[in-house]
């Protein structure tokens, strides 16, 4: 339902439409069903496939899959917001860069998939992802790498996610626990796992325990 925000006061919209970023003036018009929110600066939406944000040293870099469009900073406010409806790719990300400065021109409330290639898996990344991305992702595809080292934990994934479908996991080292992990989340209900590790990635399982989680997770 709308929110009456067209009835503050003209001055007081203005400033928010001064303060605001590209992203949070979009989400200013969404919440008052109206583009006079934003006085005299409409917010205008650039609806793309997905994007591929790239936290490799020394620079953020955003591009179209193809294509760089933006850069972290860039403050043109004649650009639109890059509405990213279905695909999000993160590379050699951590929580210490995806701050909300980064996702300012972004408005990825809808991206279904989503890669994560060499980020730093912990609790915390999947936390702070989820509120950059309001929880909506229902498929990951995982890939680890030779420098980094951290495992991937489904109670955090899942907990941060809890309307994953589909995941897929590549070089990844996992927890010790994944199969009770999956088993214990019941919120969720995984539809397709898919495992390709080396052996020193994954600790033993026995197949009654595989059993166990055919029965309970899919």
Not at 120 to 146: C, D, E, M, Q, V
Not at 184 to 194: A, D, G, P, R, V
Request: aromatic share 16%.
């Amino acid at each position: 339902m709308p929110y009456p925000l067209a009835k503050l006061a003209y001055g007081l919209r203005c400033r928010l439409s001064d303060l605001a970023s590209r992203s949070e003036r979009y989400r200013f018009q969404i919440a008052a069903g109206s583009i006079s929110i934003c006085p005299p600066m409409l917010q205008h939406v650039r609806y793309l496939y997905g994007y591929y944000f790239d936290f490799s040293p020394p620079n953020l870099e955003v591009l179209e899959y193809s294509d760089r469009v933006a850069r972290s900073g860039d403050s043109n406010e004649k650009n639109p917001v890059y509405f990213v409806s279905s695909k999000a790719t993160f590379l050699n990300a951590n929580i210490q860069v995806l701050t909300p400065h980064v996702f300012a021109n972004f408005y990825i409330k809808f991206v279904y998939r989503a890669e994560i290639i060499s980020c730093n898996i912990a609790k915390p990344f999947f936390h702070t992802l989820a509120k950059r991305t309001y929880r909506f992702i229902r498929s990951f595809k995982i890939w680890g790498s030779s420098h980094n080292k951290s495992k991937l934990s489904f109670d955090d994934l899942l907990n941060a996610f809890p309307h994953t479908r589909y995941v897929k996991a590549n070089f990844v080292f996992l927890s010790n626990s994944w199969i009770s992990e999956i088993i214990q989340c019941k919120s969720t209900t995984i539809l397709e796992l898919i495992l390709l590790v080396r052996a020193d990635q994954i600790s033993p399982f026995t197949a009654e325990e595989i059993l166990n989680l055919l029965k309970v997770s899919f």
